[in-house]
T-cell receptor
Framework: KQEVTQIPAALSVPEGENLVLNCSFT??????LQWFRQDPGKGLTSLLL?????REQTSGRLNASLDKSSGRSTLYIAASQPGDSATYLC??????????FGTGTRLTVIP | DARVTQTPRHKVTEMGQEVTMRCQPI?????VFWYRQTMMQGLELLAY????????DSGMPKDRFSAEMPDATLATLKIQPSEPRDSAVYFC???????????FGEGSRLTVL
């Protein structure tokens, strides 16, 4: 069974800092990998989707990479802002019928 | 702006009552998922539909939960009878068959007293 780990569980950084969130998985036979953010009391907002054949995706200040051979994905956030404070979840699609979610990293950007 | 719509956003009910949660997937999406989120368990898959057909409901307690898609614009999750341990946030997500990307609704927060 696919196991998805996100370390650290929580992270605090000062505003303006660049940061990297990590996602590790045990089975490299994935269909795609998706990064989400979740604000308190809200749903999950899709940030980036990386297909199995891709190495990275970029959207604005966000860049996500995928290395299947090492079982790792990273989400890079440039020039962090207080509005980036949220819980970030990675999720792996291994087939048609499920996403395996990581436990999330709770990010706090301090003004 | 296409989005997944869930109702109700909040529901407080008493143990034993029936609860129905509704989801309108994004137009054109052919996959629909129901997830439950709790602090202890995180996100758990309850049911999955493709082209309105239920393909996986192994995560759902069959004796009290049921999920249906009466048409392409509506998915329902029903709990009967509800129990306090069902208290959680229930999310619906719909997916693009082309990209595989999933989009989540805002969730239905259920409290069973």
């Amino acid at each position: 069974k696919q196991e998805v780990t996100q370390i650290p569980a929580a992270l605090s950084v000062p505003e303006g800092e660049n940061l990297v969130l990590n996602c590790s998985f045990t089975d490299s036979a994935i269909y795609n990998l998706q990064w989400f953010r979740q604000d308190p009391g809200k749903g999950l907002t899709s940030l980036l989707l990386i297909q199995s054949s891709q190495r990275e995706q970029t959207s604005g200040r966000l860049n996500a990479s995928l290395d299947k051979s090492s079982g790792r994905s990273t989400l890079y956030i440039a020039a962090s802002q207080p509005g980036d404070s949220a819980t970030y979840l990675c999720a792996l699609r291994t087939g048609a019928n499920n996403l395996f979610f990581g436990t999330g990293t709770r990010l706090t950007v301090i003004p | 702006d296409a989005r997944v719509t869930q109702t109700p956003r909040h529901k407080v009910t008493e143990m034993g009552q029936e609860v129905t949660m509704r989801c309108q997937p994004i137009l054109g999406h052919n996959t629909v998922f129901w997830y439950r989120q709790t602090m202890m368990q995180g996100l758990e898959l309850l049911a999955y539909f493709r082209n309105r057909a239920p393909l996986d409901d192994s995560g759902m307690p069959k004796d009290r939960f049921s999920a249906e898609m009466p048409d392409a614009t509506l998915a329902t999750l029903k709990i009967q009878p509800s129990e306090p341990r069902d208290s959680a946030v229930y999310f619906c997500a719909s997916g693009s068959a082309y990209t595989g990307e999933l989009f989540f609704g805002e969730g239905s927060r259920l409290t069973v007293l």
